[in-house]
């Protein structure tokens, strides 16, 4: 069973008749196809994917997870499979804001709980109502949508897929310079008993970036071309 997050479009989310969808999705798809296996892709809340793997609830699970040393102790980690960075979305007409230090003074909106939260209150000030926290991206986009803020604070690849999603929304994206805006590795993680499987992982993932099945997924969720491939070896 392959574990995803329930609510986290484009790369994972349910649809209106609870299947799973979304870029994640595919692509673990297109991995056990060309490695002749079969997955079962259950949605999940977030908090509990990894606890899916220590109660073998779960085989494998994807979803954001970045590569770090705790989880490098504890589990298997593949080949980044994908690459993310934050960026801003601002109104198309707006060429003030181009960096975080452009927010001071303005409406600014983004997940609530996140790390994005610190990040923000570094610029803006800690507590500052101008910082407008939602519970998911979507609706951290609608006050952008609706005037309400000017700005909004969220992953790229989120803010491409609603570029997609909503063309009547006359925004642009704006990925500024410095460490927020760097890229970070997205892996798939799995027990550290499942050799074998991580192997048929790493080799359809190389498979699929080489025969162009990964830069036709890409462009199906976010709109473009990969910018930067994932890492094949």
Known sequence: MVGIDANYPPYDFKD??????????DIIKAIAENQGFGVDVVPQDWEVLVEGLDNAQSHVVMSGFSRNDEREAKYLLSNTYAWGRDALAVSAENNSIKNLKDLNGKKVATLADSPYIPQLEEVIGQGNPSIIGKPSAFLAFKELATGNAEAVLADEGVLRYYAKQFPEVNFKIVVGEGEAFEYYDMIIITPKSENELMEKINTGLANIVADGTY??????????????????K
């Open 16 to 25: 209106e008749n609870g299947n799973a969808q979304g870029f994640d999705v």
């Open 215 to 232: 830069a036709k997924i890409h462009e199906k969720w976010f709109g473009v071309a990969p910018e930067k491939l994932p890492t094949t």
